[in-house]
């Protein structure tokens, strides 16, 4: 290749020439940076930071100090070592095997050398963990305790009175006050009820009480019993009026006003049954109100 050729590659004008120029002078410069400038980065510490790398030298001082420190051991009842505790204090598993084959039989042993004639441990190990066993104080001290002889006498309890069961109707103030559970309030409750009523017929009366729990009713069942006075006036439903029906505490008005239509248009009741039939008639009670009415 000629050297006229190559010049022809080479051929540049001025502009060209001057950015190669600056090209060269750039890198020339970028390198000359690079050796001379230190690249080592410089750590500025403010005072907080110099404060929190003392406090966690302290924290490592700490760490370090707990490291090195010795456990500390705990006095323990040697009756009841499992067989992690057996491990760790050195002893064998059949070592270990002897305590516990020797513990189902409900034993105990109750000084370190009898813990060394069970368990079969040699004397070195026994010197070991021998400070740490603790017995209880009486096991100690069985020496210095007198079985006291205790007095096994068959007592005498005195004989439970006889439970008077009385009428609930012939109940006073006083009588209902007795019972557990009932103050001043529920017993002139009760009381103000059976003036309502005219008087109770059942016992199962007591659960229409508000303010009576399930377990007071049944401690005035055991005492008390329901005797139907031969004067209770009864209500006569084929023949009471509207007022008379409505003024029943069993019977609201609307209720009394469909006994008085019913009977109106088909005859007179003849039962409990008959009156059943009316709508709104509350069934459930149905044996207690015809305690109270006549047909």
């Not at 940076?33 to 230190?38: A, I, K, T, V």
């Not at 491990?87 to 409900?106: C, Q, V």
């Not at 012939?170 to 008087?199: F, H, P």
Request: no cysteine; net charge positive.
């Amino acid at each position: 290749m000629s050297f006229q050729l190559l010049k022809k590659y080479f051929h540049f004008t001025k502009q060209q020439y001057i950015g190669v120029l600056m090209l060269f002078i750039v890198m020339i410069a970028l390198q000359l940076f690079y050796f001379l400038s230190d690249f080592n980065i410089t750590e500025t510490k403010n005072a907080e930071e110099e404060q929190w790398l003392a406090l966690q030298s302290e924290i490592d001082q700490e760490k370090l100090a707990d490291k090195n420190a010795k456990p500390t051991n705990y006095l323990f009842n040697p009756n009841f070592i499992s067989d992690y505790k057996g491990y760790k204090l050195g002893m064998s598993i059949e070592e270990i095997d002897r305590l516990m084959a020797f513990r189902k039989e409900n034993k105990y042993v109750n000084s370190a050398e009898e813990f060394q004639k069970v368990t079969g441990i040699s004397d070195s190990l026994l010197k070991i963990i021998s400070p740490l066993f603790k017995f209880p104080d009486w096991k100690q001290s069985k020496n210095n305790y007198s079985i006291e002889k205790k007095d096994f006498s068959i007592k005498s309890f005195p004989k439970k009175e006889k439970l008077v069961i009385l009428d609930i109707n012939q109940a006073t103030k006083e009588d209902l006050m007795k019972i557990y559970g009932i103050g001043e309030g529920l017993s002139s409750r009760i009381l103000n009820q059976k003036e309502i009523l005219g008087s109770f017929v059942s016992m199962e009366q007591m659960k229409e009480i508000w303010g009576l729990s399930p377990e007071v009713i049944n401690e005035l069942n055991s005492h008390f019993k329901v005797v139907i006075p031969a004067t209770l006036k009864k209500i006569n439903v084929n023949e009471a009026s509207l007022k008379e029906l409505s003024q029943f505490s069993y019977f609201k008005y609307g209720l009394a006003k469909q006994i008085v239509t019913y009977r109106s248009m088909n005859g007179n009741f003849n039962n409990i049954e008959d009156l059943a039939k009316i709508k709104d008639f509350p069934v459930e009670k149905a044996k207690i109100i015809s305690l109270y009415l006549e047909f």
